[in-house]
């Protein structure tokens, strides 16, 4: 059986109907499969479930509304260029409607049940997405993020989340829940296939493009903000948050405590003050229009969370903004030297029939800790952090979330990977290029002396969000002699005839980091560029020819 085969064949024998809106014939996909699998781009052969309020040419686009459906002509960009790159479309997915909610169950197309536990919710609202992935039905799958519809649903499915930056990717083709705040967002199985697969979708670049000032990788030794009180959060879970906690204290990480509250004030603007009339901006006058007719398929709840938001005034959008930019000063002060904000992804697990029997206060419940990440301009990574035993027997997935200011994605994968990094892996074990990387200015600068890992001055790099990334050795035609500084380095000299093979580490940084470390750079050391063994030329240290005659020859070729 070939790898559809597979997938359609649990498609049928889970039975899980809610998953998809729009499911694509098998021989369909199979025969896009074949070409991709014949293809050599970074997806070859991935499964791509797509939200339903994100366009894919030719698939109807519902946003879980079946009156509001169009059929676009075209990819919206994201899709496409997750196609461009071999991901394979299998369908559209349910979703809490209009991408309104963070529990999976608002849709006339039926409550998107838990991958394990199916009287539990499935989390939202990229619900179908993220179970899609949990159950094997997609490798990846688009989903969106306002309030924390990318993070809630991968961290009660065990599985990743990747939340960028408000307006790094494109926005276009995607039905919208608060413009100016909304983001895609993707899921997979492990980071690493996040990682590859955000990489891909930020192709399609947004209107805050990732610049010249990027940082690559968190510092040497991160500052990790956990909040001082957890609020909402079950005993059970919060006894796994705390392991996770010592997981990153034994990490390498240093913890410090956070008042949460301002952050928790600006999460309640998002709903219960004017902020929310941005919904009723994208459709609200689509639902008050079709709000007697029976057959177009409305959601109560979604319904009367919308056309509510009417009342605000441009005065109280106006005051709920200000309000917002104070909270987000005093939070930032809490914040403070901290990398990162680590927090639990979800407070607890729900059951079904406690949302419907409190829909509004079990949603509000589950965005304690999402709701005002794109409000403060934060990105954010859902990762799994462990389970959960619950009093009745049964385990939750257990995640957490870490958060940081725009455009520090990178360092958020960075932190997520020495997270996961065992004690029998190399220092340097995943040192793939994070996604921003692959979309912002970059330079490769090759060290040979105390500025490799491990050396007294690795922090001037990774300070300036360097990341390490890979062995590097020199063409045959260099040297190094012993320099009189404090602390000793080497400096490097190219020399025809006497020369050899040095080896070093490269470091990718930006190019504004490369300058403000060169304006750093004390006597007599100095940048140029220096050839490797392939041929290549890439910027690397040196020294000052003085220096370079009165220093110490050595007789090695790594220092």
Not at 375 to 380: I, V
Not at 422 to 435: E, I, N, V, Y
Not at 475 to 494: E, F, H, M, Q
Request: hydrophobic share 45%; with cysteine.
């Amino acid at each position: 059986m070939t790898k559809i085969d597979d997938i359609y064949t649990a498609i049928r024998d889970t039975d899980r109907p809610e998953v998809f809106i729009t499911l694509r014939p098998e021989a369909d996909v199979a025969s896009d499969y074949q070409q991709s699998v014949a293809s050599d781009g970074p997806l070859a052969g991935a499964i791509l479930a797509v939200k339903d309020n994100v366009d894919v040419a030719g698939l109807p686009t519902t946003a879980a509304c079946p009156g509001y459906a169009y059929v676009p002509d075209a990819d919206a960009p994201t899709v496409a260029a997750l196609r461009k790159a071999g991901a394979v479309v299998i369908g559209k997915t349910n979703l809490d409607q209009f991408a309104t909610g963070l529990v999976g169950t608002r849709s006339p197309y039926g409550a998107v049940r838990d991958s394990r536990r199916t009287d539990r919710i499935s989390g939202g609202s990229s619900s179908g997405s993220a179970v899609a992935v949990a159950l094997g039905f997609a490798d990846i799958a688009i989903g969106t993020d306002t309030a924390g519809s990318g993070r809630v649903p991968a961290g009660l499915q065990g599985i990743v989340g990747v939340k960028p930056t408000v307006g790094a990717i494109s926005t276009d083709g995607i039905v919208p829940a608060c413009a100016d705040y909304d983001v895609p967002t993707i899921f997979a199985a492990d980071l690493e296939l996040a990682n590859l697969a955000t990489a891909v979708m930020a192709q399609a670049t947004g209107e805050r493009p990732f610049d010249s000032e990027s940082r690559f990788a968190a510092p040497e030794a991160p500052i990790i903000a956990v909040p001082a009180d957890l609020p909402e959060l079950d005993d059970r879970w919060r006894d796994a948050f705390r392991e996770a906690v010592a997981a990153a204290e034994a990490a390498g990480f240093t913890i410090k405590t956070v008042d949460l509250t301002p952050f928790l004030a600006a999460a309640r603007l998002l709903y219960d003050d004017a902020l929310v009339s941005q919904r009723y901006d994208a459709v609200g006058e689509f639902i008050d229009s079709a709000a007697d007719s029976d057959d177009i398929g409305l959601d109560p709840v979604v319904a009367q969370i919308v056309s509510k938001a009417s009342g605000y005034t441009a005065v109280d959008l106006l005051r709920a903004r200000r309000r917002l930019a104070e909270l987000r000063a005093l939070a930032m002060e809490q914040w403070g030297d901290a990398t990162a904000l680590m927090v639990p992804t979800a407070p607890f697990h729900p059951r079904i029939d406690e949302v419907v029997a409190d829909p509004i206060g079990v949603n509000s419940r589950m965005g304690t800790y999402t709701n005002f990440c794109n409000l403060f301009d934060l990105c954010g990574l859902a990762v799994p952090a462990g389970v959960v035993d619950e009093a009745d027997g049964t385990r939750s997935e257990f995640g957490i979330t870490l958060l940081a200011g725009a455009h520090e994605d990178a360092v958020l994968i960075d932190l997520a990977r020495r997270l996961r990094v065992s004690a029998a892996d190399s220092q340097h074990g995943a040192s793939a290029p994070t996604w921003p990387e692959r979309v912002a200015p970059s330079v490769e600068l090759a060290v040979f002396g105390a500025h490799m890992a491990g050396g007294p001055l690795t922090h001037e790099l990774s300070d300036r969000g360097a990341r390490w990334g890979r062995e590097v050795r020199t063409a045959p035609s260099y040297r190094l002699v012993a320099l009189d500084t404090t602390p000793p380095k080497p400096g490097l000299i190219r020399d025809l005839d006497a020369g050899r093979v040095i080896e070093g580490e490269s470091w990718v940084l930006s190019p504004a980091a490369l300058g403000e470390f060169l304006a750093a750079l004390p006597q007599p050391m100095m940048l140029g560029k220096v050839e490797l063994a392939d041929g290549s030329w890439v910027v690397g240290f040196g020294c000052d020819a003085q220096a370079g005659e009165s220093g110490r020859p050595l007789d090695r070729t790594r220092w």
